[in-house]
């Protein structure tokens, strides 16, 4: 995993400094949001895994690691949701709210079923 964020990092730097998104249109801007979401999607299930891993039993590692997954892909498609209501100069504090509330409210669903 370690070795995808690496990789994903640098798609999203090169992304970054060879694509101009006004010249290459909906192509750039989808290279660049498909490489921020693979980069925070690593980056993201790299945390939520070191951050509760020293905790949890042998047994219990393949529960966490699919809830890690689960948590660093919804955090990382909120972040790139977010960014594009920026991109279109739609964001605003109280929107931001409500998909930060709509993404909770997936992950509570998650949680409590069972």
């Known amino acids: 995993m370690r070795i995808s964020a690496l ?3 640098a798609a999203l730097v090169l992304v970054i ?3 101009d998104p006004t010249k290459n249109g909906g ?3 989808t290279l660049f949001y ?4 693979l980069f925070l999607s690593a980056a ?5 895994s070191w951050l509760g891993g020293a ?7 393949p529960a966490h690691l699919s ?3 689960r948590q660093g892909i919804l955090l990382s498609l909120m972040t790139v949701c977010l ?3 920026e991109q279109y100069r739609i964001l605003r504090w109280w929107d931001g709210l409500l998909v930060v509330a709509g993404f909770l409210l997936v992950e509570l669903n998650f949680l409590t079923r069972k």
């Open 34 to 37: 498909g490489s921020a979401f």
């Open 55 to 61: 905790a949890v039993s042998y047994e219990e590692l």
């Open 17 to 19: 400094l060879y694509v």
């Open 27 to 29: 192509a750039g801007l």
């Open 83 to 85: 960014l594009l209501f």
């Open 67 to 69: 809830t890690s997954f």
């Open 7 to 9: 990789l994903a990092l």
């Open 44 to 48: 993201f299930v790299l945390f939520f």
